[in-house]
């Protein structure tokens, strides 16, 4: 029988794949057929809506000193996640937006060090800096005329990186005490709250009479996976993993995107992505993927000796 923990990584796995194969689908929205902000609204609702469904099957109450870490949690882990994800993959690559993405455990090891107290090792820190490195450098890339990127669209993706980490911290005491669900209806109610007067004028001017069928198709994937299933496979999963091991399977999400990215650069001839994957790029992501390892894998040998 599958333990809980195997479950847990498995659902890990499930959703950064289904993220990464999100930054094509929604770049091929944005801004040609919706603007970004547009697009936040409908992610937001139409999965809160979902959620909503499920909490009836659910009878379970929350405390009322939790309301605002939930409040929190919605303004950290949805509405601004949500913005700045939408409105920076509309700006820059998807390659760009995938590979700066995994500086989020790097963050998350910061936030958990002054949240939780978890010890900052010498290979933590190397980790952080050499993941560090590897982000700033592809932030500035995206200024210099590389591939499809902007300074702009890489900042909002790295605010985006940096507010779900402070999420996955925070929200992480509540699913000790509460369902799954329980946790995301609430996270989606506050959400839908803080982002409605940001988003709402964008909605009302969008021409959906202009949306094909291959447009309706990316709009329910874009909702459905990596904004329903994929919240509620990572709420399931945080019962089981600290938050630091959740972020840590960020490292896939660029991996699929830079696999579709150069499938459709292969056999599309006139591929607005080609360019994208440059020996740069892919230096910078290396970087990223070393301070990653560092920071997630256990003591390694070196670092035990240099401890002793």
């Known amino acids: 029988m599958i333990s809980n923990k195997i479950k847990a990584h498995l659902a890990l796995l499930s959703v950064n794949i289904v993220y990464g194969a999100n930054y ?3 770049k091929g929205l944005m801004p040609g057929k919706i603007e970004a902000s547009a697009l936040v609204f409908l992610r937001i609702s139409g999965a809160g809506l979902l959620f ?5 099957f659910v009878k379970e109450q929350v405390n009322r000193k939790d309301i605002p870490r939930l ?9 601004t996640n949500q913005f700045f994800s939408m409105n920076g993959l509309s700006l820059t690559s998807p390659v760009d937006a995938a590979i700066i993405i995994t500086a989020m ?9 002054f949240l939780l107290k978890e010890p900052l090792t010498l290979q933590r820190i190397l980790g952080i800096s050499i993941g560090g490195i590897g982000a700033v450098l592809l932030i500035y890339i995206g200024n210099s005329g590389v591939g499809t990127g902007s300074l702009l669209g890489n900042i909002f993706v790295c605010i985006n990186a940096l507010a779900f980490a402070f999420y996955l911290v925070i929200v992480k005491p509540l699913m000790s005490k509460y369902k799954p669900v329980t946790v995301i209806v609430w996270t989606f109610l506050f959400g839908f709250i803080f982002m409605f007067p940001f988003c709402i004028e964008k909605l009302i001017h969008t021409d959906f009479s202009a949306f094909v069928t291959s447009n309706w198709i990316s709009l329910f994937y874009v909702v459905v996976g990596p904004t329903f299933l994929a919240y509620l496979l990572n709420m399931f999963a945080l019962q089981f993993v600290k938050p630091t091991v959740s972020s840590s399977y960020i490292y896939v999400q660029p991996a699929v995107a830079m696999i579709l990215v150069g499938v459709i650069a292969y056999f599309v001839v006139n591929s607005q992505y080609k360019g994208d994957i440059t020996i740069t790029k892919l230096l910078c992501c290396i970087l ?3 301070g990653v390892y560092l920071i997630s894998s256990g003591p390694l040998r070196w670092f035990k000796k240099s401890n002793s």
Do not use: D, N, Q, R
Not at 105 to 113: A, G, K, L, Q, R
């Open 24 to 26: 094509l689908v929604a």
């Open 52 to 56: 909503l469904i499920l909490k009836f």
């Open 105 to 113: 455990p790097i963050f998350t090891v910061i936030i958990s060090y």
């Open 288 to 290: 990223i993927f070393c």
């Open 71 to 79: 409040a929190l949690c919605g303004f950290l882990g949805v509405a």
